[in-house]
Nanobody, 124 residues
């Protein structure tokens, strides 16, 4: 089992940047596919980005492609989401998730463990 703790959320103006971090417990972090999802008020949780267990493969939602970058440091048991050119529509609670599989998947149901979320608010 793995526990996930997100940090780095906050309030920023449109066009600004934030870096989210997700620290994982346990010694098997490098065996998990890691993903970031987000949920805005009144909307379903949606896929943002994911990265394979060793970082060689990434996948992004079309809405963030070219603006967000996911990365991981297996030595630090941490996955990051670098967010640039933020827009008001990026406002949401952002969740880190871990998948015990080996394929980089983009559905909520594919992920086994979730963090508590961190709020990102982008003002216009």
């Amino acid at each position: 089992q793995v526990q996930l703790v997100e940090s780095g959320g906050g309030s920023v103006q449109a066009g600004g940047s934030l870096r989210l971090s997700c620290a994982a417990s346990g010694r098997t972090f490098s065996s998990y596919v890691m993903g970031w999802f987000r949920q805005a008020p009144g909307k379903e949780r949606e896929f943002v980005a994911a990265i394979s267990n060793r970082g060689g493969m990434t996948n992004y939602a079309n809405s963030v492609k070219g603006r967000f970058t996911i990365s991981r440091d297996n030595a630090k048991n941490t996955v990051y989401l670098h967010m640039n050119s933020l827009k008001p529509e990026d406002t949401a609670v952002y969740y880190c998730a871990a998948d015990r599989g080996i394929v980089v998947l983009i559905t909520v149901a594919a992920y086994d463990y979730w963090g508590q979320g961190t709020q990102v608010t982008v003002s216009s």
